[in-house]
């Protein structure tokens, strides 16, 4: 059965009950539900959509099988039937719900019907002749044994000329993930964004924060949630640009970055105290350097959870910061969500519920450092009890930047199963803790009168664009795979909503900042640095030095103190890798104006500042084929250099209108575009075109 109630189409199909709405400019809503009622949890879909004059039609059609004509005698006897198919066309999107109830999207251009996707109906019942054909192959929801909630999985046709951009970020070097399956949680380096943007011209957020998988197979596309109560997803059409603005209108948008925010961030594992910060900012005063943002890392405190500076090393915080500001200098220092149980505030959070609970005996989720447990992001009491914490220790200091570390969660053991968040089992929601990670310090930030909140996080999730922050993709390798895994996650980011992106400049682990090999591989990443929407120096630069002290004492605990890497500041590397890197700092500077002009698109109509080539130039094939060049903002193609010794690298350059051609910002050489030509890159430079 299929009826109209409420401007939305319903499906009542004996398996469950189907919800098709428009949601948005040329968008629709889908969900489904085994139970009485449709569960409300809007998870991503947190923005009112644009109010729109959707038209649904349902008609009753004839749905005699036609083989049945074929057989004689009465027990072949086959009355005629009736069914009924529905339409649903929202702007461009036509949604169809044939007479067996499964569901096809298709775009309407010029007056055509093009289809976009549809789902995948094939099951043993299509190829019985002698059964009733039955949809229940396009979406599934299946109680899972012994719990409360279902399995759900949607399955679509798979077509082989489709491309796939998106899906967040995972250590991968490919842009298109046409052909893999993608695991749906959150892990260090992983970041699970479910959305898509297909070369068929449709968009696809799966808006379920639960443990699954996406497969984008060649006989079949699939999501699965493993725990879930309902099936949730959304679709919208148009150019790579219009499929982005009708998301991130519904996701949430984010906010205009600050003006400080778009220089250069000077981090490292780690300073030590107070005095070594101060240092490290005069001397790149004293250099004549532009830095805007000075981070410090973990480790600050006396113990996990205490959120607080440690009195010894750091004994004068608020002087620490006026000199700073004094430099226009900002402070950014690092919150982790591990409570460890020796902290001053472990007992009262656990008490309180404010932690994750666990089903195992010791009840510990991290044990690095000391037995540690994650406050539990999904419980508004939680927020709010750190924050004021973090206001009362951090914020009335001066500091107003946060690096929300460790915000997948990182836990010792990936059992989902075993964790419980406020939400509900994290099987059914693990995937949104750094969301409400990020939303907790944006909310108390505004709360305090900060007009443009923004925080350093290591993890996001669909939505996690509008509370002001920073992914950056976590402990990662520092070689040339893992640079060259680290421009597709930044993409692919983009692609998924997350305009404001870093990296580890140089990569996390490892680096010897000795090493000749090492000292190319920084300056290629920090070139490629130089044209990302932050641009951000860290790492750990091993060999460490020891503390002087191996442990301190903290209210008769014996609390393990933290060694810190080498130098990693710019003139840490060598004289000539210094030249290189000043002129890139200074480079920057210049770019700011331009970069503003970026975020503001990005905060007006959520346009990626870093994005593929296809986002530009969707008409020319070619260009859904490169996967290592991009766009950075409409103006200029970035080409990383992402090979050791390389010292040129092969250029595809896009066809340009109106006489306009491509200039090699570096050369002043002018080039026509719809061409791929080998272009120089000594170890000064990257190529770069301006258009």
């Known amino acids: 059965m299929i009826v109209k109630e409420n401007n939305r189409l319903v499906i009542k199909d004996g398996f469950g009950t189907v919800w098709i709405e428009a949601w948005g400019k040329d968008s629709v809503r889908v969900r489904m539900t085994k139970d009485r009622f449709m569960n409300n949890q809007d998870w991503a879909l947190t923005e009112a959509p644009e109010v729109v004059d959707s038209k649904i039609s349902i008609e009753e059609v004839d749905t005699t099988y036609p083989w049945a004509k074929h057989f004689e005698g009465p027990e072949y006897l086959i009355e005629k039937t009736k069914g009924q198919v529905a339409k649903l066309i929202n702007g461009r999107l036509l949604v169809k719900v044939n007479y067996e109830n499964w569901i096809s999207f298709w775009k309407i251009e010029n007056g055509k019907e093009e289809l976009l996707f549809e789902e995948q109906w094939r099951n043993r019942w299509r190829i019985d002749r002698f059964c009733v054909p039955t949809n229940n192959g396009g979406r599934e929801l299946k109680v899972n044994s012994g719990k409360f909630n279902n399995k759900a999985t949607v399955r679509f046709e798979a077509y082989d000329d489709e491309k796939i951009f998106g899906m967040g970020q995972y250590q991968d070097s490919h842009l298109d993930k046409k052909g893999g399956v993608w695991e749906l949680s959150q892990k260090n380096s992983q970041a699970s964004v479910p959305f898509i943007i297909s070369s068929r ?24 949630a493993e725990e879930t109560q309902k099936i949730d997803y959304w679709v919208t059409c148009g150019s790579p640009a219009e499929i982005e603005e009708n998301y991130t209108a519904v996701t949430g948008r984010t906010p205009m970055m600050p003006d400080f925010a778009m220089g250069f961030w000077q981090c490292k594992l780690r300073y030590r105290n107070q005095e070594e910060v101060i240092q490290v900012a005069k001397e790149y005063q004293k250099r004549g350097l532009p830095l805007d943002v000075i981070v410090i890392d973990f480790f600050h405190w006396s113990c996990q959870g205490d959120f607080k500076f440690d009195a010894e090393d750091w004994p004068d915080p608020d002087k620490m910061v006026k000199e700073l500001s004094e430099m226009n200098v900002k402070l950014m220092v690092s919150v982790w969500p591990t409570i460890d149980e020796r902290s001053e505030n472990f007992e009262e959070m656990a008490s309180q519920g404010l932690l994750i609970s666990f089903d195992k005996k010791d009840g510990f989720n991290m044990d690095w450092m000391g037995n540690t447990v994650f406050f539990d992001t999904t419980n508004p009491e939680t927020r709010k009890y750190v924050w004021e914490k973090c206001k009362e220790n951090y914020f009335k200091k001066g500091i107003q930047l946060f690096w929300l570390d460790e915000a997948e969660p990182e836990y010792g053991l990936y059992e989902f199963e075993h964790y419980k968040y406020h939400l509900g089992p994290a099987m059914e929601c693990s995937n949104i803790y750094p969301y409400y990670y990020a939303k907790g310090f944006y909310d108390g930030l505004k709360e305090e009168g900060v007009d443009l909140p923004l925080s350093l996080v290591r993890c996001a999730w669909a939505g996690s664009q509008k509370y002001g922050a920073v992914v950056w993709s976590g402990d990662v390798h520092s070689d040339f795979l893992s640079f060259r895994n680290q421009v597709q996650a930044g993409l692919s980011m983009a692609i998924a909503g997350i305009p404001w992106w870093t990296t580890d ?79 890139l700092l200074k480079f920057r500077a210049q770019l700011k104006p331009y970069i503003k002009e970026q975020m503001l698109a990005a905060h007006q109509k959520g346009a990626p500042v870093m994005r593929p080539l296809m986002y530009d130039f969707d008409k020319d094939p070619l260009s859904w084929e490169i996967e290592d060049q991009y766009m950075f903002g409409p103006k200029y193609m970035v080409c990383p250099v992402m090979e050791a010794g390389a010292r040129s690298r092969l250029v595809y350059l896009p066809p340009l209108n109106n006489g306009q051609k491509w200039k090699e910002i570096h050369t002043g050489k002018e080039y026509d575009g719809g061409q791929t030509l080998t272009v120089d890159s000594p170890i000064e430079y990257i190529p770069v075109f301006e258009r």
């Open 505 to 583: 400049i140089g990569g996390f682990l490892g680096g010897d900042i000795k090493s000749e090999e090492f000292k190319e591989l920084l300056v290629r990443w920090f070139q490629w640095g130089c044209f990302c929407p932050v641009m951000r120096l860290h790492g750990e630069r091993p060999p460490f030095f020891k503390p002087e002290k191996p442990y301190h004492e903290v209210r008769g605990h014996k609390i393990k103190q933290m060694e810190s890497g080498q130098d990693n500041e710019v003139w840490a590397f060598g004289d000539e890798v210094y030249e290189i890197l000043s002129n």
């Open 201 to 224: 011209g449709y968009g696809f957020l799966w808006n379920n924060p639960a443990i699954g998988t996406a497969s984008f197979a060649t006989n079949g596309t699939s999501w699965v």
